[in-house]
């Protein structure tokens, strides 16, 4: 398996940190670094900024919001950070949810499967360098109606761009296996990942005549070391809240992927109920229904040997990049427990 990590450029004193975990992780072996994009800082800027300031390590979009820029806007992005970078870029997509596209930029969510799909249609008709003509359900370049003409981009990519989607439902992932080089997932179960993502997955891929060979799986889970079971415990304890909020905060009051990923691995009351008490306004109660099983299964939280063996299950369940969260107060913690998981990689890896 290859590792990854995943960082959003921070204001603040955050800035100087965020940047110096990035140089310092590609000094430790880490393959890839994704850069977020929320509801913070852009994505673009810090890619530029730490493409500068790496020289091996790949680094990706992850993501950049489909709705919120135009495609070609999306692929002059991409080319300019593939050619910075000398072809170390890495583009991640994703369709977000109504909260964000609609609640802070303010244009319509409505049919994000056919969006993408015609975003990354769009993306490689311009990665290929001639002019750009397209007659889609959502887009239409030129837009018809005035005087304009098909036009090509002065700029031309120098490397492969390889498109990453960041998809959770059932369509989205046939999508993903259809068109994707990469699947960025999240809230993965391996025990359920065979029904929840990959039948839906292997569907696409099978759909285009390819194989899982050809789609980067990489999932994400937050890793942390604890000295015994009891602290283990503790750890556990403390990121009920976090799982609670993703549960029952994220997304729109009618739409939350990651509530829907978690119901398809085997929690489905819990979630809907959890999701019922934290819009109601019962964050406690919401809290409490969050079990240890439920957090332990998404993440890589444990003593070293726990660990290691969750690891080996997520090879074996078919991720080809684990994305590292790595837990910590300060800067050298969180790099010292980054660099603890690279080596249990590496580790299981060499006996795969």
């Given at each position: ?6 960082v ?105 499967l ?67 080089d ?23 891929i ?61 929690w ?51 991720v ?9 107060e ?10 603890h ?12």
């Open positions: 398996m290859r590792t990854a990590t995943t959003e450029a921070s204001g603040g004193d955050r800035w100087r940190e965020t940047a110096d975990f990035v140089v310092e992780a590609e000094k430790l072996g880490l393959d890839v670094c994704w850069v977020a994009e929320a509801w913070g800082s852009d994505g673009p800027s810090a890619l530029g900024f730490y493409a500068a300031r790496t020289e091996r390590m790949l680094l990706g979009s992850g993501i950049l919001q489909v709705g919120t820029r135009t495609p070609v806007a999306v692929a002059q992005t991409a080319i300019t950070l593939s050619n910075l970078s000398e072809g170390r870029f890495l583009l991640g997509l994703g369709a977000s949810g109504p909260q964000v596209i609609e609640g802070l930029h303010g244009v319509p969510f409505a049919r994000p056919a969006r993408m799909r015609e975003t990354v249609e769009i993306i490689r008709r311009v990665l290929d360098g001639g002019k750009i003509s397209y007659s889609g359900k959502e887009f239409q370049i030129p837009r018809p109606g005035g005087d304009a003409v098909p036009m090509r981009l002065s700029t031309r990519a120098h490397h492969e761009i390889p498109i990453y989607l960041a998809t959770l439902s059932p369509g989205m992932l046939r999508l993903t296996g259809e068109i994707a990469g699947w960025l997932g999240t809230s993965f179960v391996p025990e359920g990942a065979a029904e929840a993502y990959f039948a839906h997955l292997d569907e696409g099978a759909h285009s005549g390819r194989s899982r060979s050809d789609v980067d799986v990489c999932q994400g889970a937050e890793v942390a070391f604890a000295p015994d079971e009891d602290a283990v415990r503790a750890m556990v304890a403390g990121r009920r809240k976090e799982l609670a909020f993703s549960l029952g905060g994220m997304g729109s009051s009618s739409t939350n992927y990651y509530n829907q990923a978690y119901s398809r691995q085997g489905a009351e819990v979630a809907a109920e959890v999701r019922a008490r934290w819009q109601a306004g019962d964050r406690d109660g919401a809290v409490a229904l969050v079990t240890d099983e439920m957090v332990l299964g998404t993440t890589l939280i444990g003593t070293e040997q726990m660990v290691r063996e969750r690891l080996r299950v997520w090879r074996d369940a078919g080809d990049t684990v994305r590292l969260y790595p837990a910590g300060t800067l050298d913690a969180r790099l010292f427990t980054l660099a998981a690279i080596d249990l990689v590496r580790e299981i890896g060499s006996f795969s």
